[in-house]
Nanobody
Framework: QVQLQASGGGLVQAGGSLRLSCAAS????????MGWYRQAPGTQRELVAV???????NYAYSVKGRFTISRDNARNTTYLQMNDLKPEDTGVYYC???????????????WGKGTQVTVSS
């Protein structure tokens, strides 16, 4: 069974920074895509940033230039460095691992429990 454990959320003032981490555990052989989505109250979950196994990335327009996603393939971990945070970045941030290959499953997707990010004005 694959589990994703996210950490690093919290309360920060506008203009501040936070770093989120998400570690995938289990009998993992490879992960195609790792990334982050977020959901604010009353809104749909939206993509924040994703990173492929080759290091290529994709960001939501609203976070480009402020957020940086990275990953450590050896540790099955992804990081989201969030700088110049704005109140509209507030929400629950969810980690995702897509195309996960384990010893018994191929190509499954997994979500972690969310971590709260609150940016005060």
């Amino acid at each position: 069974q694959v589990q994703l454990q996210a950490s690093g959320g919290g309360l920060v003032q506008a203009g501040g920074s936070l770093r989120l981490s998400c570690a995938a555990s289990g009998s993992i052989r490879s992960i195609d895509v790792m990334g982050w989505y977020r959901q604010a109250p009353g809104t749909q979950r939206e993509l924040v940033a994703v990173i492929n196994s080759d290091g290529s990335t994709n960001y939501a327009y609203s976070v480009k230039g402020r957020f940086t996603i990275s990953r450590d393939n050896a540790r099955n971990t992804t990081y989201l460095q969030m700088n110049d945070l704005k109140p509209e970045d507030t929400g629950v941030y969810y980690c995702v691992a897509e195309g996960v290959v384990t010893t018994i499953h191929y190509g499954s997707n997994y979500w972690g429990k969310g971590t709260q990010v609150t940016v005060s004005s």
